[in-house]
């Protein structure tokens, strides 16, 4: 049975994605979640999850950061990005970055089904309006190198780095994350050395270069 993980901050929208699948597909299991920790904890209690229609913004999740966490956390799930971010340097980013394919929040449930068809058989997903656009930009070097890198950190390095990201010290990280501050201060030092940073300013530029401008209305 196939089983399949929702992942947005929209009621409303995960409803007409679990619509759109379960017209294509029928019988399956379908979990939903509405932050990065959510997503996190769902594929960590249920090894079986085949493919994750990912947002790419939502709590705990900005830009490439949560496509990156999952695609070095989860290599062998599937990753269907479903965004309003269309435009074809970013879907080339997305595919950079691990993605099986992108659909926009704009796709029809015929369109969602198909593309969640085609990548639970094992294949790649463009929309066919972006297909050419996409194809016609190289990939990025930069953007392949960082997903390696990042693949290198576990789970609890990557909540580290997002804190990091946001500015908070050591011990503040500590009492987020409800672990002693010396094991922050042992993480931070691996971080920096499976990213080949040396501080936490390149440590947070590095993440926030996963970040994406804003769509355009």
């Known amino acids: 049975m196939t089983r399949l993980l929702i992942a947005d901050d929209h009621p409303l929208f995960r409803t007409a994605l679990r619509q759109a699948i379960g017209e294509s597909l029928g019988d399956g299991v379908v ?6 920790p959510g997503v996190l904890a769902a594929l960590a209690s249920d090894a079986d999850i085949d493919l994750v ?4 913004n939502m709590p705990g999740s900005h830009g490439l950061s949560g496509l990156a966490a999952l695609r070095g956390q989860y290599p062998s799930v599937a990753v269907l990005v479903v965004s309003a971010h269309d435009e074809a340097r970013t879907v080339r980013r997305v595919l950079d970055h691990g ?5 926009a929040k704009s796709a029809s449930p015929v369109e969602i089904g198909e593309a969640v068809r085609t990548v639970l058989d094992c294949g790649n997903w463009l929309p066919p309006s972006l297909a050419k ?4 930009l190289p990939a990025d070097p ?3 190198d960082l997903a390696a890198r990042l693949a290198r950190l576990t789970e609890q390095q990557y909540r580290v780095l997002t804190l990091l990201g946001e500015g908070l010290l050591n011990k503040q990280i500590a009492d ?4 002693q501050e010396r094991t922050v201060k ?3 030092t691996a971080i920096f050395e499976k990213l080949g940073v040396r501080n936490r300013t390149q440590a947070s530029l590095l993440l926030r270069s996963l970040a994406l401008a804003e769509p355009a209305l």
């Not at 979990?31 to 990065?36: G, K, L, N, S, V």
């Open 31 to 36: 979990h939903e979640a509405a932050d990065m």
């Open 53 to 56: 229609l990912l947002d790419l």
């Open 99 to 103: 993605a099986a394919g992108f659909i």
């Open 133 to 136: 656009a996409v194809a016609a």
């Open 142 to 144: 930069a953007d392949a």
């Open 176 to 179: 987020r994350l409800s672990i």
């Open 186 to 188: 042992a993480h931070v």
